[in-house]
């Protein structure tokens, strides 16, 4: 992996509403990843809020804020093909953001209660050009790479 730098990448986090009912099995959270660069960027997906699977692979961590209390969410490990695959990766332009659309699988929500959302992890490989740009080799070797920590906001949800 190259230098751990300033990625300028940030993650925030929102839920598609601000209420939900108390039998939800599924939080609805919209992922905003911006690029604030002046260079594009090429990141590879995995375990971070980018990834198909993100609300199953531990990127999450979800609280009840009326009690304190972290929640547990079921997760899973994933094998995964090595090396990663184009459709493993994902490009964000200068200055732009990409969002997503993820659903975090909970049980046990109470009524009346309020809860928080927030993704943290980390950005295995990030590569400071566009995805064209990314030769299978350096995809291979994961080389021309930077990676760095990330930490979204908390984001609130009310149970009714």
């Known amino acids: ?7 300028s990448l940030q993650v925030t986090l929102a839920f598609q509403t601000p209420t939900m009912q108390s ?9 905003s990843v911006q690029n604030t660069a002046d260079v594009p960027v090429t990141i ?38 090595l090396p990663a695959s184009e459709e493993d990766l994902v490009e964000i332009r200068a200055h732009e953001t990409l969002d997503v659309d993820v659903k975090v699988p909970v049980s046990g929500l109470k009524k009346g209660h309020q809860y928080s959302v927030r993704a943290q992890g980390t950005w295995h ?34 149970i009714e």
């Open 1 to 7: 992996m190259g230098t751990n730098m300033n990625l």
């Open 23 to 31: 039998q939800t099995l599924a939080l609805p959270i919209t992922v």
């Open 44 to 81: 590879l997906r995995w375990n971070t809020p980018l990834d198909p699977q993100a609300g199953v692979l531990g990127v999450f961590e979800l609280s009840d804020t009326t009690d304190q209390e972290p929640l547990d969410i079921p997760r899973i490990m994933v094998s995964r093909k």
């Open 125 to 158: 490989a990030v590569w400071p050009t566009e995805m064209s740009n990314v030769p299978p080799s350096e995809l291979k070797a994961n080389k021309g790479t930077n990676g760095g920590e990330f930490c979204s906001n908390n984001s609130y949800v009310i």
